[in-house]
């Protein structure tokens, strides 16, 4: 009997040892494909590569063994938008990222079955790129940036900066859904600040000259810029104009601020781009997107350029100073 039992305890644990030496032999969990779909500069797209990169990392994907990517960058060319995401849904991969409204567009008018995440968009809802926040419903989730609804913290900063202002033009992008009601949204704001606001739309490229003609010859003390992939594509262009005719500018995201914006102020980033990096990794276990509530930022970022800020001859508030993630002098 004692002889029995020990056999018994021996053969089951050789079964156990087999059963890991099996498990240990098995090849690696299903290779994930994840096609990336950028819209910006180069330096730019290799900077939020490498925090998603990373991320997906931290999540547990190895790239070469359990995940692949591929990446298409349309370099702020608008048109090669949907040959891209074209491409991308072809290679049949099992998420789609945008890092843009027109990216998400763009791949959402290629597939309606590939899972796409956005990482950051002016606005889903007001693109009709996703029913609701709550149940985005579809193929598509991911994250807003909520621009709009800062309008009022951002002419609260420039005052604060130059507490001598009272008129500020607001540079639009009319064919943004989410611009429609800037600035009248923040006219309380507005008010409350003694400041009066000017919309100022730019329809395309070739609108810009006709856009800073009307801002120039307005009487405007300052300059608001709306964030928009356009804008962003155009920054130094926007902010030469702004440095000529010496108006300090606020605006959204901080490329603006590298480039030479007084104040930017948005949510971060890069934050967002490692909140992209979950939902794909919910989407790569099963979860569906169009059950994945659209997310709003919670972390935000103040930049200050203190080189344009003496070029203009403005001494920034101490206060104000305090308060800022970063100071460029």
């Known amino acids: 009997m004692w002889r029995s039992t020990v056999g018994l305890i021996v053969i089951l644990a050789l079964s156990v040892l087999v059963a890991l030496l099996i498990a240990d032999a098995q090849p690696p969990t299903k290779m994930h494909r994840i096609g990336i779909l950028w819209l910006g500069s180069k330096s730019t797209v290799n900077a939020l590569f490498e925090i998603f990169q990373q991320d997906l990392r931290d999540l547990g994907y190895v790239e070469g063994q359990t995940i692949r990517l591929e990446q298409r960058n349309a370099a702020w060319q608008w048109d090669r938008l949907p040959s891209l995401a074209a491409e991308l849904v072809q290679l049949q991969p099992d998420v789609i990222v945008a890092n843009t409204t027109p990216g998400a567009l763009a791949a959402k008018q290629a597939t309606t079955t590939i ?16 029913a609701s926040l709550a149940r985005p419903g579809g193929n598509i989730t991911g994250q807003n940036l909520r621009d709009p609804e800062l309008a009022g913290k951002r002419l609260e900063l420039l005052k604060e900066a130059v507490p001598s202002l009272t008129q500020v033009a607001v540079l639009v992008h009319a064919a943004d859904r989410a611009h429609d009601r800037v600035p009248g949204h923040i006219a309380a704001e507005a008010q409350a600040l003694g400041v009066r ?82 939902f794909v990794d919910k989407i790569l276990k099963g979860a569906k997107p169009g059950d994945l509530p659209v997310e709003q930022p919670t972390k935000f970022e103040l930049v200050i350029n203190l080189k344009t800020a003496q070029a203009l001859g403005i001494t920034m508030p101490p206060s104000l100073l305090i308060l800022a993630d970063e100071v460029i002098k």
Do not use: K, W
Not at 115 to 125: F, T, Y
Not at 243 to 268: F, N, S, W
């Open 197 to 278: 606001l000017q919309r100022v739309e730019v329809d395309n490229v070739e609108t810009f000259d006709r856009a800073f003609g009307t801002v120039a010859s307005s009487g405007a003390e300052a300059l608001m810029v709306m964030d928009s992939a356009m804008f962003n594509a155009h920054r130094q262009r926007i902010l030469e104009f702004a440095r000529t005719h010496r108006l300090p500018t606020v605006c959204g995201v901080r490329v603006y601020a590298e480039a030479g914006c007084l104040i930017a102020y948005a949510p971060d980033i890069l934050e967002m781009f490692r909140r992209a990096a979950v």
């Open 115 to 130: 899972p796409i995440v956005v990482a950051v968009s002016e606005d889903l809802v007001a693109a009709g790129i996703v």
